[in-house]
């Protein structure tokens, strides 16, 4: 017999909270940050996402080294079964919302002309809305949050000054992109074992690889000139320009060129790593317990979403120019 297991009373706050809760999943950073990339501005979508692949791992292994369990049920009712598994100290979607928010206004602030007012509410927002929606799911206690919001500041004060440095780099050396693969993967092998399988460890991967993809594929933009770098110093824009109903169509139009792109190689790529891994290792292909393995479950992770950070910034801004998408 099918058992109720909680009773909304205020669908207000049920869908307001679920949706804030989404503003801080894969499925937003999957859409926000390569709409970004194509639409508005690829520096701050590099910016963006090196400050989230550093504030995530951080906080990914803070919770599997402290351990901190999720708030009990009962009380509270889980309404994200998925991440059951996982830790509670500190809130990683508090990081992720906190880190993007606040480096997103930090970095528009002298390149954008806008009221900085405005930008610093709609930052607290968002930030606020996920973090109150990680109480509301009872996901996390309001430690776990706190905690969150407070080491992603303290790493955005402690960063700050070497965000131009960062932005350079892939001009450094030509070493650089085998560091970008070599260290990434090496973390993600070596990452802290837990008592009992969770996807802490995936979901970390797949944040890592997609960092390494990404910076690699700014290193190959610049290193073969398939874009103009931005000009020093970043140029102040006055205006904004107004949302017409062609720039809609036309953002529209790269974005699901690109996601089509992206999927492609996503799955393309997932199931030729699987494959090759599954007979390296003499693993029935069937046995879907089997990704869970380290030595198959890293690997494939991380060639995949390392293949989809290089797609989404280099691969589909070509495709951009071959359809004459501007």
């Given at each position: 017999a099918y058992v109720q297991k909680y009773v909304?009373?205020?669908?207000?706050?049920?869908?307001l909270f679920q949706i804030?809760?989404?503003l801080g999943q894969e499925v937003f950073y999957i859409t926000f940050l390569p709409f970004t990339h194509w639409n508005i501005d690829p520096y701050l979508s590099r910016r963006l996402i090196i400050i989230w692949v550093l504030v995530m791992y951080i906080g990914q292994v803070a919770k599997d080294i402290l351990k901190w369990p999720r708030p009990s049920s009962p009380p509270v009712v889980k309404l994200e079964k998925r991440l059951i598994a996982e830790y509670g100290m500190p809130s990683t979607h508090a990081m992720a919302a906190t880190a993007i928010a606040f480096t997103l206004?930090?970095?528009?602030?002298?390149?954008?002309?806008?009221?900085?007012?405005?930008?610093?509410?709609?930052?607290?927002v968002f930030s606020t809305l996920v973090c109150l929606s990680r109480l509301y799911t009872g996901m996390h206690t309001v430690l776990d949050v706190l905690g969150g919001v407070l080491i992603t500041a303290l790493l955005i004060v402690l960063t700050y000054p070497a965000w131009t440095f960062i932005d350079r780099l892939d001009s450094a050396s030509p070493?650089?992109?085998?560091?970008?693969?070599?260290?990434?993967?090496?973390?993600?092998?070596?990452?802290?074992?837990?008592?009992?399988?969770?996807?802490?460890?995936?979901?970390?991967?797949t944040i890592l690889a997609a960092g390494a993809g990404v910076t690699i594929g700014f290193w190959i933009n610049h290193s073969f000139q398939l874009?103009?770098?931005?000009a020093e110093p970043l140029p102040v824009i006055q205006n904004i320009p107004p949302l017409t109903t062609d720039m809609f169509v036309l953002g529209l139009t790269k974005f699901a060129v690109g996601i089509v792109l992206i999927l492609l190689v996503r799955q393309l790529v997932q199931n030729l790593s699987l494959q090759v891994l599954y007979s390296w290792f003499k693993v029935v292909t069937r046995n879907k317990e089997a990704r869970r393995r380290l030595e198959i479950e890293?690997?494939?992770?991380?060639?995949?979403?390392?293949?989809?950070?290089?797609?989404?910034?280099?691969?589909?801004?070509?495709?951009?120019?071959?359809?004459?998408?501007?």
């Open positions: 909304v009373k205020n669908y207000f706050y049920y869908y804030s809760a989404a206004l930090i970095s528009t602030m002298d390149r954008y002309q806008y009221p900085f007012v405005l930008g610093l509410v709609m930052a607290v070493l650089f992109p085998v560091c970008v693969i070599v260290v990434p993967f090496f973390l993600c092998y070596n990452y802290p074992v837990s008592d009992y399988y969770s996807p802490t460890r995936a979901d970390t991967t874009v103009s770098q931005p890293v690997p494939y992770k991380f060639v995949t979403y390392t293949s989809v950070g290089i797609c989404a910034t280099t691969f589909v801004p070509m495709l951009h120019r071959f359809l004459g998408l501007p």
